[in-house]
């Protein structure tokens, strides 16, 4: 697999560092509008990236590109294939439909090269600006040496420490998304009903209707002094689910939920999540539900969506 050292960082704006950029480019720029499409992968990430037309007018092929990176900020080893794909509409729809979509980003690209290291100048929908740097590794060349040009390209450039950034651009637009007005506590919350749709590769797409929801505020509602809240009509759907079959489900009586804990686990890095209401979540994602009565049941899912239903009816009785 080809290799790259990256580093990811934030920026106020891109104008504020473009011209030092280019002063040390010695290709540059070239403005590439890029729309990535990310599926479920249980060995790393898969993404479909379709490109919007240049300048005079032509449209790139789209990408399908699998790659593995290890979540920490700083300079870091990305090891990737790409696969040119002609009918990107078409390939979205398969993989959407074979694996589930987990994400979507769309930027647009500033692109520079000072030497063998890519400079990308990234102005990314719902989130900002951003400054990436790819350092191209050739066959058996030992990581340090990735490394110190990252370094060295990251102070030439006065990138300071407190401006690195390890999450990927799926990830952050999730976690904002997450961090909406309202989140979903399943603790305390009344299960109706589960349901689960088994695919023919053992996975399938698990329901759980809530009879009775508790929804937390977010800190910025709760400074309003927003409270929290009851809530009906609630359903979380679990995509791609493994560790689960129906048989397992058969026990599981609807009831009061004591704890519940929504984990993402990538590259090494856990992170415990906050449901989103409505809202999705990415995955890979570890789910762990104990219900008043019996054992806890834990699974893994691609992706989450929480949502209210059409006449949802908040019942006005503070949560305490």
């Not at 589960?194 to 977010?218: F, H, K, Q, W, Y």
């Not at 992170?271 to 008043?292: D, E, I, K, N």
């Amino acid at each position: 697999m080809a290799r790259n050292i990256e580093i990811k960082a934030r920026l106020t704006s891109i104008a504020e560092i473009e011209p030092a950029v280019a002063a040390v480019a010695t290709e540059g720029p070239v403005v590439l509008v890029q729309d990535d499409t990310f599926f479920a992968c249980a060995n790393g990430r898969l993404k479909l990236r379709a490109f919007g037309a240049d300048a005079h007018g032509h449209v790139p092929p789209a990408e399908l590109i699998f790659y593995r990176r290890a979540d920490a900020a700083g300079p870091r080893a990305s090891h990737y294939r790409i696969s040119a794909c002609p009918d990107a509409d078409g390939m979205r729809v398969l993989l959407a439909e074979a694996h589930g979509q987990t994400g979507r980003v769309r930027k647009r690209r500033v692109l520079y090269r000072v030497g063998r290291t890519r400079v990308h100048l990234d102005e990314v929908e719902g989130l900002g600006a951003y400054l990436e740097l790819e350092v191209v590794m050739r066959e058996g060349e030992p990581p340090e040496a990735g490394l110190d040009e990252a370094r060295a390209l990251m102070a030439q450039l006065g990138i300071g420490p407190a401006q690195l950034e390890s999450r990927a651009y799926v990830d952050l637009l999730a976690e904002r998304q997450a961090a909406g007005d309202w989140r979903l506590e399943l603790a305390d919350s009344e299960l109706a009903a589960i349901g689960l749709d088994e695919d023919g590769d053992g996975s399938g797409t698990l329901r759980l209707r809530l009879a009775v929801a508790v929804l937390e505020p977010s800190a910025a509602r709760r400074a309003e002094g927003v409270e929290p809240e009851h809530v009906l009509g609630v359903t979380l759907r679990f995509e791609a689910v493994e560790g689960l079959d129906a048989q397992a489900l058969g026990d599981w009586t609807p009831g009061r939920i004591r704890s519940a804990r929504v984990v993402r686990g990538d590259g090494g890095r856990a992170l415990a999540l906050a449901l989103p209401c409505p809202g999705t979540l990415a995955g890979p994602l570890h789910v762990t539900l104990q219900p008043a009565h019996g054992e806890a049941r834990v699974w893994r899912a691609a992706a989450l969506t929480v949502s209210l239903a059409d006449d949802a009816r908040r019942l006005n009785v503070h949560a305490c």
